[in-house]
C-alpha cells in the first residue's frame, strides 16, 4: 500500500497521461524538471525505486525510494536521460 511507504494514495484521474503523446511528453518534461504535480512525481518515484530494488536488492525498499526521490529532485536522473540520449539518439 502507498500509505506503507510514506506516500499518499492517489486516484487514477492523478496520473492521466494526457490524449496525445505530446501530453504525456509534457508531464515526463514536467516530472524531470521537477515540475509535476505530487501524484506524478511519487508515482514515478516508486516506480524508480522498486526498479533500483530490482537491480540492488541488498538495499531496502525505502532505501532505494529515496535513491530515486535524490535522483529526480537533484536532476541526476534528467542528466542520466540526457546521456543516454545522447548515446542512443
Do not use: W
Amino acid at each position: 500500500m502507498p500509505e506503507d511507504l510514506g506516500f499518499v494514495r492517489c486516484k487514477e484521474v492523478d496520473l492521466y497521461g494526457g490524449d496525445a503523446p505530446e501530453e504525456a511528453a509534457h508531464i515526463f518534461d514536467n516530472v524531470m524538471n521537477n515540475r509535476a504535480t505530487r501524484a506524478q512525481t511519487d508515482v514515478v518515484t516508486v516506480n524508480a525505486g522498486f526498479a533500483i530494488h530490482v537491480i540492488c536488492p541488498e538495499k531496502g525498499i525505502e532505501e532505494c525510494i529515496a535513491i530515486a526521490r535524490e535522483s529526480l529532485e537533484s536532476g541526476k536522473a534528467k542528466g542520466a536521460l540526457k546521456k543516454f540520449l545522447e548515446i542512443n539518439g
